[in-house]
């Protein structure tokens, strides 16, 4: 009886498809966040150069006067 009970808890866990869109969204999230993880250097640098290229031209933009003499 206990073989014939554990095949029937077998197969109606294969064919219930409850908590299938909880398991879909858990993979979605795991999915976004591992492409998030890979492309962050690539996102790190882009914003570093950035911001130095910015900074860059704005040191240069500075062209400060020879002290006047007496």
Same mark, same amino acid.
């Given at each position: 009886?206990?073989?014939?009970?554990? @095949?029937?808890?077998?197969? @109606?866990?294969?064919?219930?498809? @409850?908590?299938?869109?909880?398991?879909?969204?858990?993979?979605?999230?795991?999915?976004?966040?591992?492409?998030?993880?890979?492309?962050?250097?690539?996102?790190?640098?882009?914003?570093?150069?950035?911001?130095?290229?910015?900074?860059?031209?704005?040191?240069?933009?500075?062209? +400060?006067? +020879? +002290?006047?003499? +007496?």
């Amino acid at each position: 009886m206990e073989n014939a009970e554990s @095949r029937g808890f077998f197969s @109606r866990l294969l064919h219930d498809d @409850r908590g299938q869109d909880l398991i879909e969204y858990g993979l979605l999230a795991f999915t976004i966040g591992l492409v998030g993880v890979a492309a962050w250097d690539a996102i790190v640098t882009g914003i570093g150069t950035g911001y130095g290229n910015w900074d860059t031209g704005t040191q240069n933009l500075w062209d +400060p006067q +020879p +002290p006047a003499g +007496p």
